[in-house]
């Protein structure tokens, strides 16, 4: 009974809301082989192999993203040739430093994130994405660089500075004004 209760608490927690929640409890078990500071993890799925994934710190993780750190070819091998000698490929993923993955990206094997980069959302990232990069697409390749991206931010968040952009109201006025 009292592991089953452990068991409830550990799935209410991974199903919270609260990505930092999350991401402090996955931290905090060891469940991936490094996972840093300031982080935030939205997915629900933790990866069938854990252990090949390296998180650093400030990284955040939307909702939906995927780490494929294996693939299972192997077995479609063995039966077209009526053998077992195929062995199912693994790989590591390192995500470094300051970086953002949009929603319902995937990142496969083999991989590595660079330092202050985003992922856009609904990538496939394939190979290595040097750091201060945008990637985005499918596969993923450098669509931009991050200082023009947060240039293109501080003038945004300049333009609303002065208003609560969580107010329903504020958001009406704002965004709605010409309908």
Not at 137 to 143: F, N, R
Request: charged share 30%.
């Amino acid at each position: 009974m009292k592991n089953i209760k452990k068991q409830l608490i550990v799935l209410r927690l991974l199903l919270t809301r609260n990505p930092i929640k999350r991401a402090n409890y996955l931290k905090k078990k060891n469940i991936f082989k490094e996972f840093g500071d300031d982080c935030w993890y939205q997915p629900i799925k933790i990866p069938t192999q854990p252990k090949l994934i390296k998180i650093g710190n400030n990284v955040k993780i939307a909702t939906e993203v995927l780490f494929m750190e294996h693939d299972i070819i192997h077995n479609m091998f063995n039966k077209k040739n009526q053998t077992d000698i195929f062995r199912e490929k693994l790989g590591t993923i390192v995500i470094e430093d300051n970086v953002f993955i949009g929603a319902r990206s995937i990142i496969l094997y083999n991989t590595k994130i660079g330092k202050n980069c985003v992922i856009a959302a609904g990538s496939v990232v394939t190979h290595d994405i040097p750091e201060n990069c945008i990637a985005g697409g499918v596969p993923a390749k450098v669509i931009g660089n991050i200082n023009d991206l947060e240039k293109k931010y501080e003038k945004y968040s300049l333009k609303y500075s002065d208003y609560n952009l969580h107010d329903d109201e504020v958001l009406e006025k704002l965004f709605w004004k010409d309908n």
